[in-house]
C-alpha cells in the first residue's frame, strides 16, 4: 500500500467565488454555515458541493419522482438503494438499475461510456447479486454532425470494452440520432442481476465499533468533481473538462465482482455500497445515514495510487473499481483472505460511532468534522416553477403527401433511426454466461435464469420526439412501450427502472418537460401494475442554449415462467395467417413517416390509452402462452408496415396483405397508434375469436410466404433489397469519412 | 472422462464450458485456481475464454507464465489432451504449445457472431464426431482472433493436416467473406504436431442446446468424451 507523505491541508480563505465554483448558490451556503454552526473549510466545502450537487441530491426533481408508484407484491426493494429488487418466485429476486454516464461520455466516449458500464454493475453486485445482463439507451446527435461518428464509435467501444472483459453479456439497447444531442449525447446504461430473496445486501452501516472497510482499486486523482461536472450545464469549454473523467478498468470490476460474491456468501458484512459519483464522500454518508451511525475515518489508511493526496482529493475522487463496506467485529481476516486471494487492496479505514458525526482524520489531524443527517437527509429540495408544454395540433393523414408504400419503406428501414443496429450488436458479446436465449434484435432479450427454464425479459425504451411534443403522452408512451415489448416475447412485465435526461430544470419550459413526463409515466405504471423500482436523473443535458429532446429512457424487466413459450419475432412458416391486434387509425403527428418522409418534425404523438394497453397486451401474453401464436411483434416506431419487414427480414420469408378501405394507405401502414401487435399464426380464427372475446379490436390483413412483401394491389418489395437498406446503413455510415 | 478447467484472473467463460461438458458427457470437470501447482489426474485440460489478467499485455502472455501453466505443459507433453477455447487458444500460443500469433481482428473491433466452419481434420480426439468437409456453426466473440503464421509455417501446418478448422461461408465455401477477423488461410483452429494440443477461437461451448441457437458445439465434447473414456 502507498502511504501518502505528509503534505499540508490547502486551507484558503472560503470566498464566495470558491463556494460558486463549488457550484453552491448563496442560499445554500448560508445553510451549510447554519448547520455547522460556522464557516466550513475547504474538505467540509468540498462534500457540501458533491452532496448538495443535483446529481447527488436529486433537489430540483426529488418532488415529482415521489409521485411515481414504486409499490407491489413484487417489489422487495423500491427506489433509494443501489438498486431495485423484485421477486421472480422460487425464492430469486432480479436486481436491477440504469444509470446516465452522459457528461463524460460527450468529452471522452470510451472511456466515458465504459465507466458507465463499470458503475451500474457495481450498483447491482452491490446488493448481492450476479450481474447476468447489461443494456443501453443511447442518443447521437445528427449523423452529419462532424463529431458524431467519432462518438458512436467510441461509446460503442467503450461498452463492448467494458462488458465483454468482465463477462457479462450486453444483449439489448436502443440507439436514435437527432440533432438536439449534437452537443450533448446521452449514455443510459442498465445492469440485471440475480440474486438470492433472502440474501439481498444493503447500503446500511450500523453498529457502533464496526470496522469501516475499502476493497478494490487505488485512489487516484480521476474524477474529482464529475458529480458536480454532471450537474452543470456544457459551454464551450467541455472537452477541457477530460481530466474529470474516470478510467476504467474492467478486470479489477471483474475481480471485484467475484471477490465481493465470493465474501457474500459468508455472513460477515453488515452493510455494503459501491464508491461511485462523489466517491468516498457519498458512499460513507449514505451508508452512514441510512443505518443511523456516526463515522471516523482515518484516510491515512486509504490505498492511494500517487503521493501527496490531499484529503480533500481523497474524499472527492472518483476513481473506478472501489467499495466500501461495514464488517461485523472480528471478521476482518477472513475478509482481507478472500480480497488477497484475488489481489485486491484492502483496508480498514475507520470504524462507525454513535456520534451520528463524520469525523475525518489525515496526519493525525481532523480535517472535517460534520453531522450526518442534515447532510445526506436536509439537502436542498425544490419546487422549481414550470411551464406545461403547449398542446400540439393534430394532422390529419390528407396533409401528409402519400408517397409511394414500398419506396417509403426501404428510405424508413435504411433512414438512421430504423436501420439494423447490427453493427453494434457484433461489438458486444451478448453470449457468454450461456443463458441468452433471445438475442439482440427482437422486441426485448431474454435471458434464461441459469440453472431454470424460467427467463427474464429484458428492454429499453423512450420515443423523444413524443416527449417534446407532449410531455404527458411521451411519458406514457415510454413505459407503454417497453411494457408491450416484454408482453411481446411472452413475459410478464413486472417493474422498471427509469432515467430521466433533460436540459436545465432553471428553465420552466424545461422543468415542466419534467413534471409532464413524470405525471404520464406514473400515470402509464399505476395502469399496468409497472411500478418504479430504482432510476437515475439526469439534468443540465444542454450545451449553449439548446436543450436535448426531454428523454425519460425505461428500463423494464418481465419474467417468462417458461422460456419455452417464448415467442419472437421472426416468421417461422409460410402460408400462416397474419393478425393485426389493435386499433388502427392512423395516427402520422409525430410519426418516423413524417420526418423521413415528409420532412416534417410536427404535431400530436400519438395518445396512449392505458386500458386498452392493458386490454391488448393481456390477450397477446395469453395468446403466445397457450401456444396459438407463432411470432408476435409489437408496433412502434414506422408502424405496421415496419413491423411487418422487421418480421419477414427475421424470418427470412415475405408475406402478402390487404389494406382495409377505410383509412388513407400510408397512415395505414406508417400511422403509429398505440397499444398494437402483429402476429403469425397457423389459423387466424382461434386468435380473431380470443380477441373477440376480450373486447380488443383485431382483424387478420394477410398471410406468410414468397420472398418480398406484397401489397394486395400488387405492390411489392423483395425482401433482398429491403435487407440490403436495413444491413447497410451503420457500416456504410462509419466506414465514411468523417 | 475427467476434466479441469483452468480460472485465471479474468476468465469469463470457465462456467459456460463447464456447463457444456457437464451437459453433453454428464460429468462436472474440476475448477483449477491458477495458483495451484497441482493438477488432478485428468483426461482433458481445458483452458477457457475470457480476458486473463485483463489481456493487458499481449492477450494470454501473463498467463502463459502462470504456474498451473507449467503443469499443463508437462501433461500436453506427455499426451494428455489440451483444449484452449478463444483466450485459452492465445494463452497456448503464448506458451508455446502452439505456433503462431494472435493479433487485433482485421476490422479492430470486438466481433460477436455465429461463424461457419469447415472441419479439414476429422481424425483428432477433438473432432472425430465430425465428417471432413462438413460445415458446423460456433460463436466467435473476441477482439484478438486474427492467426497470423508465415508462409512456412502455414505449409508445415497444411502438410501436416494441423489445421483443424477454418472460416467459411454459408454453403462451406472458405472465402475472404466468410473470415472474420483476417486469419491467415481463414484459419480458426490448430492442433500441435502430436494432435493432443488444440486452440481455436469460436466457441463450441457456447452452441450446445437449441434453447441457445445451436447445437454444433455438443459433437466436440461427446466425441471426447468418447475417445478419452
Known sequence: MTRSDPVPEPNPEITDALVAEHGLNAQEYARVKEILGRAPNLVELGIFSVMWSEHCSYKSSKKWLKTLPTTGPQVIQGPGENAGVVDIGDGQAAVFKMESHNHP??????????????????????????????????????????????????????????????????????????????????????????????????????????????????????????????????????????????????????????????????????????????????????????????????????????????????????????????????????????????????????????????????????????????????????????????????????????????????????????????????QYDHMVMADTVQRPGGDAAVVRVHGTDKGLAVTVDCTPRYV???????????????????????????????????????????????????????????????????????????????????????????????????????????????VLIGETRGHLGQSLYLREIAGREDGAPPPVDLAAERRNGDLVRKLIRDGTVSACHDLSDGGLFVALAEMALAGDLGCEFAAPDDTPLHAWLFGEDQARYLVAAPQAAPILEASAAAGVPAAAIGRTGGDSLKLSDGRAISLADLRAVHEQWLPAYMQAEG | MKSAVIVFPGSNRERDVADAIERTTGTRPHMVWHKESDLPKVDLIVLPGGFAYGDYLRCGAIAAHSNVIREVKRRAEQGTAVLGICNGFQVLIEAGLLPGALLRNRSLRFVCKEVGLEVDNADSAFTHRYQRGQRVVFLAAHGDGNYFVDDDGRRELEDQERIVFRYCDAKGQVTPEANPNGSVANIAGITNRAGNVLGLMPHPENLVEPALGGTDGRAMFEGLAEALS
Open chain 1, 105 to 426: 461520455s460527450f468529452i471522452e466516449p470510451y472511456q466515458g461510456a465504459a465507466t458507465g458500464v463499470g458503475g451500474i454493475l457495481r450498483d447491482v453486485f452491490t446488493m448481492g447479486a450476479r450481474p447476468v445482463a447489461n443494456l443501453n439507451a443511447l442518443r447521437f446527435g445528427s449523423p452529419e454532425h462532424p463529431k458524431t461518428r467519432h462518438l458512436v464509435s467510441g461509446v460503442v467501444a467503450g461498452i463492448g470494452g467494458y462488458g465483454n472483459c468482465v463477462g457479462v453479456p450486453t444483449v439489448a439497447g436502443e440507439v436514435n440520432f437527432h440533432p438536439a444531442y449534437n452537443g450533448n449525447i446521452l449514455v443510459n446504461a442498465m445492469t440485471v442481476g440475480l440474486a438470492e430473496a433472502d440474501k439481498i445486501f444493503y447500503a446500511r452501516a450500523s453498529g457502533a465499533g464496526n470496522p469501516v472497510i475499502y476493497v478494490g482499486s487505488k485512489t487516484g486523482r480521476d474524477g474529482i468533481h464529475g458529480a458536480t461536472m454532471a450537474s452543470a450545464s456544457f459551454g464551450d469549454d467541455s472537452e477541457e473538462k477530460r481530466p474529470t473523467v474516470q478510467v476504467g478498468d474492467p478486470f479489477t470490476e471483474k475481480l471485484l465482482i467475484e471477490a465481493c460474491l465470493e465474501l457474500m456468501a459468508t455472513d460477515a458484512i453488515v452493510g455494503i455500497q459501491d464508491m461511485g459519483a462523489a466517491g468516498l464522500t457519498s458512499s460513507s454518508f449514505e451508508m452512514a445515514s441510512k443505518g443511523g451511525a456516526g463515522v471516523e475515518l482515518d484516510l491515512d489508511e486509504v490505498p492511494v495510487r500517487e503521493a501527496g493526496m490531499t484529503a480533500y482529493e481523497i474524499m472527492l475522487s472518483e476513481s473506478q473499481e472501489r467499495m466500501l463496506m461495514v464488517l461485523k467485529p472480528g471478521r476482518e481476516d477472513e475478509a482481507r483472505a478472500i480480497f488477497e486471494k484475488w489481489d485486491l487492496d484492502f483496508a480498514v479505514v475507520g470504524h462507525l460511532t454513535d456520534s451520528g458525526r463524520m469525523a475525518i482524520q489525515k496526519n493525525g489531524q481532523q480535517v472535517a468534522d460534520l453531522p450526518i443527517d442534515p447532510l445526506a437527509e436536509a439537502a436542498p429540495e425544490y419546487d422549481r416553477p414550470w411551464e406545461p408544454t403547449p398542446a400540439q395540433p393534430e394532422i390529419a393523414p390528407d396533409d401528409v403527401p402519400a408517397e409511394d408504400p414500398c419506396d417509403a419503406l426501404a428510405r424508413l428501414m435504411g433512414s438512421a433511426d430504423l436501420c439494423s443496429r447490427r453493427w453494434i450488436w457484433e
Open chain 1, 468 to 578: 417534446l411534443a407532449d410531455p404527458v403522452q411521451g411519458g406514457r408512451q415510454a413505459v407503454a412501450e417497453s411494457w408491450r415489448n416484454l408482453t411481446a416475447v411472452g413475459a410478464m412485465p413486472l417493474a422498471v427502472t427509469d432515467n430521466m435526461n433533460f436540459g436545465n430544470p432553471e428553465k420552466p419550459r424545461v422543468m415542466g418537460q419534467f413534471v409532464g413526463a413524470c405525471q404520464g409515466m406514473g400515470e402509464a405504471c399505476t395502469a399496468l401494475d409497472y411500478p418504479v423500482v430504482s432510476g437515475n436523473v439526469s439534468l443540465y443535458n444542454e450545451t449553449g442554449e439548446t436543450a436535448i429532446l426531454p428523454t425519460p429512457a425505461i428500463g423494464g424487466l418481465g419474467l417468462l415462467p417458461d422460456i419455452a413459450r417464448m415467442a419472437t419475432i421472426a416468421f417461422k412458416a409460410g402460408d400462416e395467417a397474419l
